[in-house]
């Protein structure tokens, strides 16, 4: 009982959430459904014993970049209202086309399989705590090769914006 | 159906990356595009570490860690794409790019 | 020492080339020293070769120049035996005469080193073809040959009538030669080799039919090459070209290269009834279209033409009979008196200034005795008058067929062989006729036209012109029924054949008596209409014999319509119907659907070009779509199992 309200509270709040980022007019409405989207995420991962990872969750996603995202709107997009009615010819039929038949496919597979997943392998008896000090273990042991490529990465990424928004004309007035 | 199993978790990721899907296919808005894409690959995280769950193992949080960073650095190129490409117009929307119509 | 008769062979070819290299540097007598000392040289060669041959009783001699595969066997080799041993002398021995009279002839042509290039490369490709061991060789002759014959037709080439006549030789000779190269796919699918030795021994065991499709494929390369009916127009038309060449090639030597092919084929040729009796047939109708035709002639170089067509007649005639040796005889001697003819008649033409109408001459014997007296001699040797050289061919000839009727198996075939005999001895009849008329329009009729100014040939004409009038005497004497000379050459290369041997004893008399007897009557009339101008002295209107004549006339120079007809049937239908290939074929068919292809190309690239609109949102689109197809593949596929 416990366990399925512990799952159904954060699932429909992420659905909720995840309807108001596509659905809404105001673009801080949609910021603001993310944020909601994420933190019930970092709940669920919580009750997948996943905790180190919930934490990081909050922290980066919820953190630093929504605050980035609520940067740009603020900057750009949030005065203008815009209109949801698209401007591309047959793009509504398509979309509901591909909708129509997604949903179809799926019903299929739901039905075929009466509601129940078989999944080939069978789920492990015991439980892995997603503690910082096993998560480190195998991160800096088996994967040290990606963490260095994601540095460089990040490092790339900064440099790219840098230089993508660098605007000479501030800079000048500046000096 | 009294279990929470794993393909619970599993419908729910679906769920929310063809909500995130359909997002991206029906908004203008560059950034509200970016923010489905960011649903996706939250989708994507939700499956990996139900995955993780599932086998015992705890390489799938490994994973989510690397999507973690990806999905960071790419928020802040795309974004400085989008804030240079508007300085140029007023509107925030993607329909008027349409130079690479072949 | 054995292998000296090669030499001759390739010896006009470095002639040819050098020639041709140094045509601008030489001058005329530069040019004239190396060509006739090469002919010298090359007869000198051939001569002892044969002598050295015939003291070895004739056996025949083979040199292998380079085999290129095994089975099937495709080598190059020259061979001497009795049969390419007579040839090699004919050709080697003209060609130093001609060669000579082309020296006077051709003095003075702007294209004079020319000419002997070609002339030099044609005895080369002439010998190629007769001193061959292998079919290979023989074609590559025989082509080589039908070249060199257009080159020297269309020498002039600025004259279009020269040009044209070219063509039309080099074109009939390519459906003969059609002919010839299946007959020649067919023999090394037979019998798995070109070598003529292995062929005619192995003939035996082949089945007639094949035989017979052999031979008459082979056939129609000798009727292209040797001018019989149907292929025969361009011999005529070939006359364009300077007279010397006209004397070599279409009187001597190429032309007779038919006739050389089928007795080398003999072997093989005599076990096809049906080949020998089509071969008699064409070859009695060409004589006797040809002869008739020579009847009303008026150029003087076409009367030769048509001659020699009607003489080749002849020797078909003789290998129809099955008298090889006889078809031999008769073009070796053929080659010596007409020869001799055409060189007079290039005599008549030179001192005439290019004047080749025959009823503008007339009376000339004043003017040029020793032409006058060659070309009488030669007349007289075609006539086949005894004891010039025609009388002993031709007499064989006719002999032969007369022998082969009584041969016969069936009655109707000893009726046809009958008949045969009777229609070629009013051919021979027919023949001394238009010579007679040939050479009394020229020398005797006067057409009271001044010609004061015209002189005897210069030496360098008149000296092969005499040589040549004594080998017309005499040369008839190496196969006489008293001496078989000819016989014993071939008798080694006929050595499996079954020659049709003459009758002897009174029989052979009473028939000579009848053909002396024609070649006198057709001479006898000559004279009495050209010479003592009879039709003028008695009125004709009398027997109404005004509009036969005149139907006869009229028939004999336009060569009883035939060749308005082979224009109009062939060549304008031909047009037609490539004109109608190339518009339906190549406009509308193939032209039509390589632009279909492209133009269907070019609308579904603009139609899946639609797909590339710029715009972000339609990308996801396409990605959905994609998606749903794995989705689907996943499903539906036994991979994945539900």
């Known amino acids: 009982m416990f366990e399925l309200l512990i799952f159904f509270l954060p699932a429909s709040i992420l659905i909720i959430g995840a309807l108001i980022v596509v659905f809404a007019k105001n673009p801080v409405h949609n910021a603001m459904g993310l944020v909601m989207t994420l933190v019930s995420l970092a709940i669920i991962y919580i009750t997948l014993n996943a905790t180190f990872v919930a934490m990081v969750q909050m922290l980066v996603y919820a953190g630093a970049v929504m605050t980035l995202f609520l940067f740009v709107i603020m900057m750009i997009g949030v005065d203008k209202k815009e209109q949801t009615s698209d401007s591309i010819k047959g793009q509504t039929f398509l979309v509901s086309g591909v909708f129509l038949i997604l949903m179809c496919l799926l019903g299929y597979v739901a039905v075929n399989s009466e509601f129940s997943w078989n999944l080939w392998f069978p789920a492990v008896e015991y439980v892995v705590e997603g503690t910082p000090q096993l998560i480190a273990g195998t991160l800096f042991t088996t994967w040290i090769f990606p963490f260095e490529i994601i540095s460089i990465l990040l490092i790339v990424a900064t440099a790219a914006a840098i230089a993508l928004a660098y605007d000479s004309k501030i800079r000048n007035k500046d000096a | ?102 | 020492m054995d292998f000296l008769f090669v030499l001759p062979i390739f010896l006009p070819l470095l002639t040819a080339i050098f020639l041709f290299l140094n045509r601008k540097i030489f001058n005329e007598l530069v040019t004239n020293f190396f060509t006739l000392n090469s002919a010298l040289l090359s007869f000198a060669i051939s001569f002892f070769a044969f002598v050295t041959f015939a003291l070895a009783k004739f056996k025949p001699i083979s040199l292998t120049l380079y085999q290129w595969t095994r089975t099937p066997d495709i080598t190059i080799g020259f061979t001497l035996d009795g049969l390419s041993g007579v040839m090699l002398l004919l050709v080697t021995g003209l060609s130093f005469v001609i060669q000579l009279f082309s020296t006077s002839y051709m003095e003075k042509d702007e294209k004079h080193s020319n000419y002997f290039v070609y002339f030099n490369f044609f005895v080369f490709s002439m010998l190629l073809l007769v001193m061959s061991s292998n079919f290979l060789v023989m074609f590559f002759g025989w082509e080589l040959v039908g070249l060199s014959s257009y080159l020297l037709i269309s020498f002039w080439s600025q004259k279009p009538a020269a040009a044209k006549a070219g063509n039309k030789a080099f074109v009939i000779n390519r459906i003969g030669d059609f002919g010839f190269l299946i007959g020649l796919m067919i023999i090394l699918n037979t019998f798995n080799t070109f070598d003529f030795h292995t062929v005619m021994q192995s003939s035996t065991n082949i089945s007639e039919n094949t035989i017979t499709t052999i031979s008459l494929f082979l056939l129609l390369g000798a009727f292209g090459k040797s001018a019989q009916f149907p292929l025969f127009s361009w011999l005529p038309d070939a006359m364009e070209g300077p007279t010397p060449a006209s004397a070599l090639i279409h009187a001597a030597t190429m032309v007779t290269a038919g006739v050389f092919m089928l007795v080398r084929i003999s072997p093989m040729l005599q076990h096809s009834a049906t080949a020998s009796i089509v071969i008699i047939s064409f070859g009695l109708l060409t004589a006797l279209i040809a002869a008739f035709s020579a009847m009303n002639q008026y150029d003087i170089k076409k009367v030769l033409a048509y001659s020699t067509i009607s003489q080749l007649g002849f020797m078909f005639i003789a290998i129809g009979a099955g008298a090889y040796v006889a078809a031999i005889f008769h073009l070796v001697t053929h080659a010596f008196f007409k020869a001799l003819l055409f060189l007079g008649a290039g005599a008549v033409i030179h001192s005439m200034h290019h004047e080749q109408d025959m009823r503008k001459m007339g009376g000339l014997r004043k003017r040029m005795p020793i032409t006058a007296g060659m070309m009488g001699i030669g007349t007289l040797a075609i006539s086949g008058i005894p004891p010039l050289a025609g009388f002993w061919s031709k007499d064989e000839i006719l002999a032969s067929v007369f022998a082969k009727a009584g041969m016969a198996n069936e009655l109707v075939f000893s009726i046809m062989y009958y008949l045969f005999w009777a229609l070629t001895l009013g051919a021979a009849l027919l023949t001394a006729f238009y010579m007679g008329r040939h050479w009394l329009l020229i020398f005797e009729k006067d057409n009271g036209i001044d010609h004061s100014e015209v002189q005897e040939a210069p030496k360098a004409m008149i000296r092969p012109l005499i040589l040549l009038g004594i080998f017309s005497i005499f040369i008839g004497f190496i196969n006489t029924p008293f001496f078989h000379g000819l016989e014993k050459v071939l008798h080694e290369t006929l050595e499996n054949v079954e020659v049709t041997h003459l009758p002897e004893g009174i029989a052979l008399v009473i028939l000579a008596v009848f053909s002396i007897g024609a070649g006198f009557t057709g001479l006898i009339i000559a004279f009495l209409i050209f010479g003592f101008q009879l039709h003028k002295r008695i009125n004709l209107g009398k027997f109404k014999l005004e509009s036969p004549i005149n139907l006869v006339k009229d028939l004999s120079s336009n060569v009883l319509y035939l060749n308005k007809f082979g224009n109009v049937f062939f060549v304008s239908g031909m047009k037609n119907f490539s004109r109608k290939v190339a518009v339906i074929v190549d406009g509308l068919i193939i032209d039509g659907s390589v632009n279909f292809i492209s133009s269907a190309f070019a609308k579904t690239s603009k139609i899946t070009s639609a797909t590339q609109t710029g715009l972000v949102r339609n990308y996801v689109v396409y990605f959905g779509l994609f998606l749903i197809l794995l989705i689907s593949l996943f499903i539906f596929t036994p991979l994945v199992a539900q």
């Open chain 2, 1 to 102: 159906m009294l279990e929470v199993t794993t393909d619970w978790y599993l419908t729910l990721a679906a769920i929310l990356f063809s909500i995130g899907f359909f997002g991206m296919m029906i908004r203008k808005n560059a950034l509200i595009m970016f923010m489905c894409i960011e649903l996706m690959l939250n989708a994507v995280n939700l499956t990996f570490i139900a995955a993780s769950k599932h086998f015992g193992q705890i390489d799938g949080q490994i994973a989510v860690f690397f999507v973690l960073v990806v999905a960071a650095a790419e928020v802040v190129v795309g974004l400085a794409i989008i804030v240079s490409i508007f300085r140029k117009q007023s509107s925030a929307s993607v329909d008027v790019l349409n130079v690479s119509r072949g």
